[in-house]
């Protein structure tokens, strides 16, 4: 049994910039762009083992069992996902649907910026709440850059737009992860964060596209903006506080494209925005290698409704693999649980990380049936026998997709390694405990502990299960709401989203836009930051100014 140890050089400041040191040496490697993602992933790999091992005295064994364990949980299921919407994605470009579908959505609208409210906010909305891990900013990002869009915009624009529905993402899953590791109620919790993430609603459509087309083209469209973004941050409150924290995203999200396109077939934009680039300088386009694919001119209204067919079956599919319903009938048959021998209940979490010590379980649950990449494969199949596919076409061409996908997920396995081996080391908690110091502006800098937690797992789950407890306590020794705190990690976490490395080279990979993750990092490290700190000042303005949002309502 080996402890944690928060600080092991006897000074919190630099015991604090040490356990930062993977993580800084990772985003500096992919901003700088002169090193390959998954060359960067593995030289801050080696550098956290060093630093966990030589630093943090963790035993060289089991470092390197943390690691092989997170690398395997970033192929399932994370990479799992990827590959399976890269491969949905490719069959309908090959068969020619996917442009059709690219004209059936300019028929709704030709303007640029409609376009990414509709498919970047809602539709990328509703694939968070029914799947979440990275499947809204592969979807969305996919559909952007088919529809003509650069693929710095459609990469950085939907990773923006992947923001405020995050901490409802797959079905409620981040509240749950939440409640269980702070005793909390999720209704409560659900409850919190849905009095801070719609304003967040309403500011963030503002913001995708002022970030697309500047000031002037976003007051351009403020109408469509308004109605977006009013129309999802309503259901978004409404369903977090009267219904349940599980069905919020996909509620709100199909409110959001109903009223968006009703509203459009009364209103367009007087001049409408046709340049599929930022505003900024944008010469991505230049950048992409060319996609081949089938055209099919002049299609018939039939043939239009057939190319939302493949995303109506991803749609339904995913929608019942991320009820609990359906996991509770499937895993109890088709379930390998694995402890990792040498790590499971090896580690243990010492105060005051968390109220008494408790070990660290390490269980590979291959639940290879309910995880969401099994059930966008099956969605591929099928949407690929409907376009006529023979199964020796699928299995060629899933073959091409695993090839050219193959650096993203080393990249991704080498990621979930870090925040895996960051976790059991301790240098997470030595990180939040630098946060939880900070006194009475505890609100705002706790708020931001969400967003770093983010930034290093990945996922707002893993950030509420990594710092959910940690919040509680140093919410009770400051005299501050625990459920205000702990909602506030979710709420801040999910600014973080868009700039934690995972999902990073999701975009690139859905884009097709591989080797540029340094661009991506780049373009959208400012707005995680900005938005973050917003996040951190209303939950300031909760504890202090307008505690009344902050009481809980049993």
């Not at 192929?75 to 491969?87: K, R, T, Y």
């Not at 230049?286 to 694919?293: D, R, V």
């Not at 509770?328 to 040498?342: A, D, H, K, M």
């Not at 989203?497 to 975009?507: E, G, L, R, T, W």
Request: overall charge positive.
């Amino acid at each position: 049994m080996w402890q944690q140890v928060y600080n092991p050089t006897g000074s919190t400041v630099l015991s604090t910039l040490l356990a930062a040191l993977p993580v800084v040496v990772l985003l500096g490697l992919i901003a700088w762009g002169k090193v390959e993602a998954y060359v960067a992933a593995f030289i801050a790999l080696v550098i956290a083992l060093l630093v966990a091992i030589f630093i943090f005295t963790m035993p060289a064994g089991v470092a390197i069992r943390a690691a092989v364990f997170g690398a395997v949980t970033g192929l399932f299921p994370i990479g799992w996902i990827i590959l399976n919407v890269i491969f949905l994605y490719r069959l309908t470009v090959e068969k020619g649907w996917f442009q059709v579908l690219q004209g059936s959505i300019g028929g709704i609208t030709p303007d640029r910026r409609l376009q990414l409210l509709l498919i970047a906010f809602s539709f990328g909305a509703f694939f968070e709440g029914a799947s979440g891990f990275g499947t809204p900013v592969a979807v969305t990002g996919a559909i952007l850059m088919g529809l003509g869009f650069s693929p710095l915009a459609a990469a950085g624009l939907s990773l923006i737009a992947n923001t405020a529905p995050v901490a409802y993402g797959a079905l409620g899953t981040p509240i749950q992860g939440l409640a269980t590791v702070t005793g909390l109620d999720p209704y409560l919790l659900g409850a919190m964060v849905g009095r801070q993430l719609p304003f967040f609603s309403l500011i963030v459509p503002f913001w995708l596209i002022w970030a697309f087309a500047g000031w002037r083209g976003m007051i351009q469209i403020w109408p469509a903006i308004l109605v977006c973004g009013v129309s999802f941050a309503v259901p978004q409150f409404v369903v977090s506080n009267y219904i349940n924290p599980w069905v919020v995203d996909i509620v709100a999200a199909i409110v959001s494209m109903v009223c968006l396109i009703g509203f459009l077939k009364v209103w367009q934009p007087a001049e409408l925005w046709l340049s599929p680039k930022l505003r900024t300088r944008d010469d991505s386009a230049a950048t992409a290698p060319p996609t081949a694919a089938v055209a099919i001119p002049n299609p018939t209204p039939e043939q239009v409704r057939m190319s939302w067919v493949p995303w109506a079956i991803l749609s339904v599919v995913v929608i019942i693999w991320g009820g609990q319903w359906f996991k509770n009938l499937v895993n109890p048959i088709f379930t390998w649980n694995y402890p990792v021998e040498g790590l499971h209940n090896m580690i243990q979490k010492v105060p005051p990380v968390v109220a008494k010590p408790a070990n660290e379980g390490a269980v590979f649950a291959f639940t290879y049936l309910s995880f969401t990449g099994t059930g966008i494969l099956i969605a591929a199949i099928i949407a690929g026998f409907v376009m006529k596919f023979t199964p020796g076409q699928l299995v060629r061409a899933y073959g091409q997709t695993l090839w050219v996908v193959r650096y993203s997920l080393l990249t991704i396995m080498a990621m979930l390694a870090i925040g895996t081996l960051t976790r059991y080391s301790g240098l997470d908690a030595t990180l939040g405990l630098a946060f939880a110091a900070t006194g009475v502006l505890y609100p705002f800098f706790g708020t931001l502990l969400g967003w770093l937690g983010v930034a290093l797992t990945g996922s707002d789950t893993a950030s509420n299960v990594l710092f959910g407890g940690l919040q509680k306590i140093t919410a009770e020794q400051l005299g501050l709401s625990p459920i205000l705190m702990g909602a506030a990690n979710s709420s801040g976490g999910v600014m973080g989203k868009m700039i934690d490395a995972q999902s990073i080279v999701v975009a690139s990979t859905a884009t097709n836009w591989f080797g540029h993750e340094g661009t991506i990092l780049r373009y959208v490290f400012w707005h995680s930051i900005v938005l973050a700190c917003l996040v951190g000042v209303l939950v300031m303005l909760q504890a202090y100014v307008w505690p009344f949002t902050a009481m809980v309502i049993h």
